[in-house]
Every structure is written in structure tokens, then in C-alpha cells.
């Protein structure tokens, strides 16, 4: 699948938007930046995504192959509210 994440400061919190050309890949992507929307780059890189994987049951409905790509998703999430960051204080 292919994901696209766009992050931006917004009075210090990143603020995301994203997509991917599929459904499941979306919705899994919604929950991530539902999650993330509207926090400092800080909390976002201190998130314990086992924690949320536990706390909401994902492991029990996600294939192993789904499961990496949520990682994947979230690693890119958090490398692009870091990149938005030097980009905001460049500017």
C-alpha cells in the first residue's frame, strides 16, 4: 500500500493529514492521526505505540504484515512532525 503523510506546527502542535490507496491502510491511518493531531512533536515522539496497540486490541486484528506497516506508519509520522518542526523554526 502506498501512504502519503503531510505534517505541519500549528502554535506548536503538529497537525497531519494523510491518505493511501486503500480502505483499510486509511482507516488505520485515520486512527494515527487522530491519535497524534494537535500534540507537540515531544508528546508525539513520546508515544508507546505497544501501549496503544494493547490498549485498543489491535494485535488481536491486525496480520503481522498489517501490524509492521502501523509501525512503519507511526515511524513516519513521527520523522515528518520532526521535519515540520526544523521547518517552522527555519522559517
Known amino acids: 500500500s ?3 503523510i503531510h505534517a505541519i506546527i500549528d502554535d506548536g502542535r ?7 490507496d486503500t480502505s483499510v491502510i486509511k482507516g488505520i491511518l485515520a486512527l494515527l492521526i487522530s491519535l ?3 500534540l ?8 508507546d505505540m505497544d501501549e496503544i ?9 491486525l496480520s503481522p504484515n498489517r ?3 502501523v509501525y512503519a506508519m507511526f515511524d513516519l509520522m513521527r520523522q515528518k512532525a520532526v521535519e515540520a518542526d526544523k521547518h517552522a523554526h527555519a522559517a
Open 2 to 4: 502506498q501512504v502519503w
Open 14 to 20: 503538529v497537525k497531519f493529514d494523510g491518505d493511501s
Open 36 to 38: 497524534c493531531d494537535d
Open 40 to 47: 507537540s512533536v515531544e508528546q508525539i515522539q513520546d508515544l
Open 53 to 61: 496497540f494493547q490498549r485498543l486490541s489491535l494485535d488481536e486484528h
Open 67 to 69: 501490524h509492521v506497516g
